[in-house]
């Protein structure tokens, strides 16, 4: 059961899982970038992304690029410390 | 049964990271088709010397009647061939892969292929312009062990960023560039068993493992 404990909540949605996925081996990714990776719907990232961002797990920075509006999305270092352990229990889990 | 969850999760997690990083579309059939031109203009590249050979009564390596026409007909046209093969392959490999990452979904002009085009060019460039000097001080038997050691390098350092079989494909580059420094006078022979060969025989590798599926499969690229 310990083990299972470990596991984040935050992470028990597939397009959250895939956000923080990106954002791992990405310095950043912007908004059209991921919804084409994850292949989902303008909504459903911006209401999921934002819930990573309420738990501190990636900061969203809002610019315009040639007066387009452009999010960047990064992870940080709380969010990849969590990620890490998450990605350790589901391991263990398998084994 | 949960475990099928996690087990899923891990597979997401790795197939997230692999795309957001790796040119996957890349077409393994324009690596055969490239091995192809390459053996074409080994072939011609071997009738020039032949001639120019018999033309001169020369018995040395190739290099040895290359290094006697510097600047006259026969080395200029072996540079014709190198450029056309070149050409050719990169046109292919371009249509190719456009149509395979249509299927795939992938963009092909998204950050990941920046990221394989800029580690694969730079070491290119830097062995393209050794190679060149190679040409000017005349060290022919050096040409061919530097374009494969270098081009090897080039696929080695690029392999992060797409398909994991580019690595091996590097290796074998480089290590052909490697052994050819021992013998040389043959580099025509590596020069086709490295572009030629090996770029047939990986790049149908490539095909059989993941051109033939619709989707390509989300653990089988390393």
Known sequence: ?95 | MQSEKYSADLKEIRSMMDRSTRFLSLSGLSGVMAGIYALIGAYLAHQIIQDARNSMNYTYGFEDVLARNIGESPIQQLLVIAVVVLILALVTAYILTKRKAQKTKQNIWGKQTLRLAGSFITPLLVGGLFTLSLLQYELLGLVAPAMLIFYGLACIHASKYTLGTVKYLGWTCALLGLINTQFIGYGLYFWAAGFGISHIIYGAIMYNKYDRKSQYPLNHYT
């Open chain 1, 1 to 95: 059961m310990s083990i299972i404990a470990n596991l984040n909540k935050a992470f028990e949605n597939r397009i959250r899982l895939g956000i923080m996925s990106v954002l791992m081996v990405n310095d950043f990714a912007d908004f059209k970038e991921l919804r084409e990776l994850l292949e989902v719907t303008d909504g459903n990232l911006a209401s999921h992304s934002k819930a990573l961002e309420k738990e501190n797990y990636i900061t969203v920075e809002k610019s315009f690029i040639d007066r387009k509006p452009n999010t960047k999305y990064r992870v940080t270092d709380t969010g990849r410390k969590a990620f890490k352990e998450h990605i350790t229990a589901l391991e263990k889990l398998m084994k």
